[in-house]
């Protein structure tokens, strides 16, 4: 798909960025839809993520950087502790606080659905791309990454 803007000026950024974040939250939604469910909301994946990401949190920390309230945490977080995918630990700095730790079956549920979306998009860029458009789809990613610097 051409993005509008006039051959002086090149393609228009906002044109660009309203493409790219269509495109990105599809490839999203698609990927989720070969993920195992298993009953686990986006929100709960989302903290499963970070836990493995970067560590024990309290839930008031999971609350401040997700930007979301306590009270949504906290429910997301009590589903994740029910279903042994989150457990509660005691902050070795204080006592009084909880910290979340993911445990094995949270992490091994992050590789199920990592896997699962990762071969589904593997076959996609094989099968729909030739070596010339996965060349320039490898280049593009370059150009994404800059994005995030």
Sequence with gaps: ???GG???TGPDAAAI???LQFLVGALVRQVRTVS???????S????LKRLDREG??????????DKITHQSVAVSVAGLVDRGLVRRTPDPGDR???LLVITDDGKR???ERRDAGHENLTDAIAGRLDDAERAQLSQTLVLLRRLLD
């Design 1 to 3: 798909m051409a993005i």
């Design 6 to 8: 006039d051959a002086a």
């Design 17 to 19: 960025a309203d493409e």
């Design 36 to 42: 195992p469910a298993r009953e686990v909301t986006l």
């Design 44 to 47: 709960q994946i989302s903290i």
């Design 56 to 65: 024990p949190h309290t839930v008031a920390d999971l609350a401040r950087l």
């Design 96 to 98: 009084r606080r909880k």
């Design 109 to 111: 549920l992050l590789v």
